[in-house]
């Protein structure tokens, strides 16, 4: 690959890229320089992801996990006076330049020809892969990076707008909104920890993490809401990845448990974070629930209104707004489904009376 992005084979077939075994090399410094290819590397005996046969959810998990194992690696060598070299400042900073160089010269290729993107996604999933790492990178230059690799993908590329990358974009999401979950659930059993010193280290390097995975979710969701706003059919990617069926029953999975463990003697954050995720994904349902409607997609309807009573009934203002403006928009459209939209209605009307009723007696 020359400086410019371009390859040897460009010269003598303009910008298009044929030469494969070039990018072979690309493939191999993206492998050395992101944590979870790398661990994906070792953990299946430097196997390469196949992504487009249902490898990609996996893969998103064990972004999300990286930045959980990294945290708690961390802390283990903080208590024990040592520390990896691998994790070194000036270890991340050298891996980060090497990734930001790499993802610079794939953007130059997509953007020299069209067809680039086909050639370089469907062998190697270059921009795919940086997806999938969001939530572990660090190197902020790099995260604005991969958005921008992105956007120019789905916004720019002339043609139809390639599914893939949107998808990869929603596992990533769903993934960090489940370790987040995850994370809550463990910020709650800290309070049975005997020793104060092992709370105060577990509940810090817990926030890290939180922090961490909160902005990486909340980059990505804006980079959703802006694709769809400039293409709705963005919505019916992830319509069909499952944004409506199995991925909000596996995020209903624990955020009934989460619910149900919340107590006034457990620490604040744990509901904050419930109603962060709830709210994230809420911006979503917002966008693509009526998408699903008026094309008649399947959803899972039951979970919907399962969801957006949970958050109306149990969660904090801003979730409980978001559930309540989804269902007005809902129940403005002709749909069978409406009749259930209103049960949820008058089910709610039926609660705050008898709530109001016994504040009364």
Known sequence: VNPNGS?????????????????????????????????????????????????????????AEVVEDGIFDFMMCSTSGSA??????????????????????????????????HIIESNYHILDSFLLCYPALQDTHLKNLTLKTLEYVCT?????????????????????????LEGAENMAQ????????????????????????????????QSMEKFIEHDDSISEVLLDAGMLTEKLDTLLDRIRPAIDSLDDNLPTVEAKVLDTVVSYYCRILALIAPRSRSMSVDANQFNVDNLLLLSIR?????????????????????????????????QLLQEFAHTEQGDRQ
């Open 190 to 221: 800290m309070c049975s920890f005997r020793s104060a010193d092992l709370r105060y280290l577990f509940s810090t390097d817990m926030d890290s993490v939180t922090s961490m995975l909160l902005r990486a979710a909340s980059d990505l969701l």
């Open 314 to 346: 149990s969660l904090g203002s801003t979730p409980c707004r978001q559930a309540l403006e989804i269902l007005e928009k809902l129940l403005m459209m002709p749909h069978e489904c409406v009749l259930d939209d209103l049960k949820v209605v008058f």
């Open 84 to 117: 990896s070299r691998s994790n070194s400042p000036s270890s991340l900073q050298q891996t980060s330049s090497v990734a930001s160089r790499l993802l610079e010269v794939t953007l130059q290729l997509f953007s020299s020809d069209a067809s680039n993107y």
């Open 156 to 180: 720019g590329l002339s043609g139809k707008m390639p599914p893939n990358p949107v998808r990869i974009l929603g596992e990533t999401f769903i993934s960090i909104l489940n370790c987040l």
């Open 7 to 63: 390859t040897d084979s460009d010269k003598n077939n303009g910008q298009k890229v044929s030469n494969l075994s070039a990018l072979a090399i690309l493939e191999n410094l993206m492998v050395q320089s992101i944590p979870y290819l790398f661990q994906y590397h070792n953990r299946n005996n430097s196997a390469r992801p196949i992504l487009p046969d249902g490898f990609a959810q996996d893969l998103a998990l064990l972004s």
